[in-house]
């Protein structure tokens, strides 16, 4: 069942589709045929979730221009389309012929994936152009048209015949010629100082929209798709982070094949919304390949519907957490033509219209559409023995969702879903700040001998916890440890606080979360006013630490507007003030690209040395290490404090730890 979003109304949501775009069409044997298209609009009106007639809910486009599709392809690309969008004359001369050769392969329509057809430009065009005026329209540019009042305009558009993403600058690449995407999200950033999130859930791996961005901090890109070691394009593994300003930007969770529904699920549930809380973007684009869906033929995951509804539930709702709702959807990867994609599709839009799906599926589309795919699915099982795959549905749905019984468990469920968490375990320790972590933990073993920090909590509990007075040039300031989450609620964060979250008001709920957890403790500097300057956080230490006991991870932040003052020194040697704090190891790691820095005006490598005399007045000092945050980049640094009465066996294993010959392989 939908979730209801009783305050955007029916007509905030919008659908882009011109019959123009079916002409975006490499032929019948190709596996990206517009027939899928046409049974979507088909069913969306049987089932009365939209009406292609009804202007509340439609949205018309125009082909993108020149100048616009240039803000991302290269001209000499471009001019190549059109070119070779011409028609083939049968006058043409054999070195003609070879000329129009050479241009193909150059500009990568020299294979099967992605041949030159007569009109391409114009109809790419035209499916950019989509793409372009969703976007715009939601962030209310002159480009998305014009409404009678700002209410009326749309903050949910889907464009389900968008989402061309392994486009490059340069060439056409896997069933691609323009990066619709690419193009929206850039011309956003020249009209706009928007922050744009892009979430690809096709299956396969976002290369074009990733490559478009992979140096620009304003956009964030996240793909969650099939590893490539098996599956086309052959990237977006977890190391591909973005370069230079960009770096950390580029965010990729590649999956094993075979994935299924609740590994699925398991890993975009927790992982998303600390991802979004790190960025605090202004609008979410998604891109919702249905090529995820265990009948496709080109791909090797395993969903349901019920995987692929989760995913459009957590975009939903990521989009109104996060964004005041603004949300574009598009289309992409989808090779079940009949039996999957429209379903997929029809889910989405229902979400974001806030409708719900009947549960049969409406039977004069099963009576015109059933017969489509049985002609289809003998094209697709002679094709799919290259794929290695064959279709293994018993017969047509009859219903939006998938029935269980069709999807027998796979037989290496344990080892996948396994080597699924290692991932998401390495893409949290990379990539997710640590204040961030510590406000979404999750579920790990832990030694049973290593309770000395909850001990500690619990005496901390049962006594009202510490209160100091602090002397600033600026006024006084009061510093509280193990701060619970009333006092949290009462006071609020200072503008300058925003370094984890980028907002303070996210900052706020990111210490309430903090201050909730049973495994953190947060000590905070406030104001007698009321407002939070500074806080610190000690959690357990990540997955990438699985398995030393007692090892506790320190964060530090200060108000950028509170800084040169001492309080940073003061504020860490107050959290630090632990009566067991000889029995623990802490360590805390400074990152040339953490967002703390970014602020402070000084070059990467000062922020090294400022990271280690600032914990090194608390005795931590630095230590080499393989960790990959830090072997990565020489400007990063790791510090730890090794207390007296540590177990001299739990010592060696964290030195032991620091210094890994061996991938990210955590014990869970």
Partial sequence: MTEQHPSIPNHRARLIFDPLELNYDFGEQH???????????????????????DERTRMNLRPASIEELSLIHDPAYIAAVQRLSEPVSSTMTPEEEEQRSELAQRYGFGDSDTPAVPQMHEVSAVITGGSLVA???????????????????????FHPQGGLHHAWSDRASGFCVYNDAAVAIAHVLQASEAKILYIDFDAHHGDGVQRAFYDDPRVMTISIHETGRYLFPGSGDVLEMGNGSGRG???????????????YIETIDPLLPQLVTAFAPDVIVTEHGCDTHAWDPLTHLNLTMRGIGAQIKLAHQLAHTYCNGRWVALGGGGYALYSVVPRAWSKLWAEMSDQEVPEQLPQEWLERWKPVWQAALEREQQGQQIM????????????????AELFPPQPRRWEINYTNRQTVGMVRHLLIPSSIRQAFPIARHRSPLSDLFDLLHLNRSSTPSRIRTLQTMRGPILLRDFSPPSLIERLRPDRGLSSFARMPEREHQLLLDIARSPDCAL??????????????????ADEW????ENLYEVAIEVSSDWR?????RELLAFALELDAKE??????????????????????????????????TQGFVEYATTEPNVSMEPANVLVARIGDRVDQRVSKQFLNRLIRSTAFTPHW
């Fill in 31 to 53: 596996p990206l045929n517009p027939g899928r298209l046409r049974a979507l609009v088909d069913l969306l009106g049987c089932s009365e979730l939209w009406d292609a007639g």
């Fill in 135 to 157: 976007l715009s329209a939601v962030m209310g540019l002159p480009e998305g048209g014009t409404f009678a009042s700002e209410e009326e305009r749309p903050l949910h558009v």
């Fill in 249 to 263: 930007y580029s965010i990729n969770v590649p999956l094993e094949p075979f994935t299924e529904d609740d590994s």
């Fill in 388 to 403: 290695g795959k064959e279709a293994s549905q018993e017969e047509f749905p009859t219903t939006f969702n998938d029935r």
């Fill in 523 to 540: 000590t905070v500097a406030h104001t007698p006013a009321g407002e939070i300057i500074g806080q610190v956080t000690i959690a357990p």
């Fill in 545 to 548: 630490w699985e398995g030393v």
């Fill in 564 to 568: 040169g003052l001492g309080i940073a």
């Fill in 583 to 616: 029995d623990m190891i802490f360590f805390a790691i400074g990152l040339s690209w953490h967002w703390d820095a970014e602020g402070l005006g000084i070059s990467t490598f000062r922020y090294r040395e400022l990271i280690k005399h600032l914990f090194g």
